[in-house]
């Protein structure tokens, strides 16, 4: 019998010989959708033991994951950016397990976790790529880490298995919604035009995961591998930030070359003698959109020492979840001060959305 993975790379080696372009989108299409249906067999947890899985527990405001080859250098950033030390050797594979450290910045805890390097095939179980990707995946931001020598082959690596594992980085998630139903086809209403997808596609791809009678509604201008993520699910939408380390052993014009074939933006640094890295704290803490609220108590002042760090775009009624559960339960109003009053001590309910700064007194009974 064919294997799965046979059947990939079959597969993978159609697309190779089909040329891109108006006449063959429809082909491609097909292909695309065929082999993320396999990959996901393939994915499948085999039954029995769950295989040693590496299990952290989420703590601190965010969590940060480092994901790089071995020896870029992520345990040597690790330690200079928490109080963690994880061991840092000039071979491969010095780190075998998560190592879990804390950066402090602007009142925030943010966890950060060092890995084991991920190479080539990780995503199919080399070098405990699995695990190393499973964490990944519960991210709030991701840190590729590349070796300024190696940045374009590295980071392509990397972001294929990644993808494998259904990872996005950097992406939004598609406006597509498919609501399936009793009967009546596929109906396929877009709300723009599409310019990267044929109808014909749309109705193609649903047909390998037999959906053959459901509502699409379409409001981005998707490709076939954004329809393929709505309809296989599962995905995560991470932002992400590109590092090139250990610049200290080239001159400027090299890190700018670099820069200059690298696919996205990217930061340099030198994890080893500590350059980039106080412009590095901000970057994280800024791409990770939290925002910090003061709470006063009744009668007296705001305690403006120890923020409440919560992510942008929190209402009241999530900071009263944080406060303490049955909070919502007695919640009457609020009173807010700052950028989200339309004035001082403005009165309001449990959905007012709060913004960085603000100085929060919530009414209960
Ligand atoms: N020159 C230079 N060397 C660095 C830099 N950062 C790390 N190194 C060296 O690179 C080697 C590997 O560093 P590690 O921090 O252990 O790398 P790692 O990515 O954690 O490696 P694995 O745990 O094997 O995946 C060590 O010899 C470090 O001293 C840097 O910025 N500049
Ligand atoms: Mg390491």
Redesign the pocket.
């Given at each position: 019998m064919v294997s799965a993975a046979d059947r990939i790379r079959e597969i993978e080696e159609e697309m190779k010989r089909t040329q891109v372009n108006k006449a063959t989108e429809h082909h491609l299409g097909e292909l695309k959708a065929r082999m993320a249906k396999l990959r996901r067999e393939l994915m499948k947890p085999k039954g029995g033991a769950s295989g040693g899985g590496f299990s952290i527990r989420k703590s601190g405001d965010s969590t940060v994951v480092f994901i790089?080859?071995?020896?870029?250098?992520?345990?040597?950033?690790l330690n200079q950016l928490t109080n963690a030390q994880?061991?840092?050797?000039?071979?491969?594979?010095?780190?075998l397990t998560v190592i879990p450290g804390v950066m402090e910045y602007k009142g925030a805890r943010i966890q950060m976790l060092?890995v084991?390097?991920v190479i080539q095939g990780a995503s199919q179980g080399r070098g405990r790529g699995r695990e190393v990707l499973s964490v990944a995946r519960n991210a709030d931001l991701l840190l590729i880490?590349l070796d300024v020598f190696q940045a374009n082959t590295q980071l392509d690596v990397i972001m294929r298995e990644l993808e494998a594992m259904g990872i996005r980085p950097n992406q939004k998630p598609p406006d597509v919604v498919i609501t399936p139903t009793q009967r009546g086809g596929l109906v396929v209403n877009s709300t723009l035009k599409l310019t990267k997808i044929s109808e014909k596609t749309v109705e193609t791809i649903m047909n390998v995961y037999d959906l053959y009678s459901a509502n699409v509604v379409i409001r981005t201008d998707i490709d076939a591998d954004q329809l393929i993520d709505v309809v296989v699910g599962n995905r995560r939408y991470i932002p992400a930030l590109v590092l090139l380390?250990?610049?200290?052993?080239v001159d400027k014009a090299f890190v700018a070359q670099v820069k200059k074939g690298l696919p996205t933006p990217s930061i340099e640094?030198?994890?080893?003698?500590n350059v980039g890295l106080d412009a590095l704290r901000e970057k994280i803490y800024s791409s990770l959109r939290l925002i910090r609220l003061y709470l006063k108590p009744r009668f007296g002042e705001a305690d403006l020492k120890e923020p409440m760090i919560v992510r942008e775009g929190s209402d009241i009624g999530e900071i009263c979840d944080r406060i303490h559960r049955g909070l919502r339960a007695g919640f009457r109003h609020a009173f807010v001060w700052g950028k989200s009053a339309k004035f001082p001590g403005q009165k309001v309910g449990m959905d007012h959305v709060l913004f960085d700064g603000d100085v929060v007194n919530i009414v209960s009974r």
């Open positions: 790089g080859f071995p020896s870029v250098g992520k345990s040597t950033l994880s061991e840092v050797a000039h071979y491969e594979f010095t780190t060092d084991p390097g880490m380390n250990k610049c200290d052993l640094i030198s994890a080893d003698k």
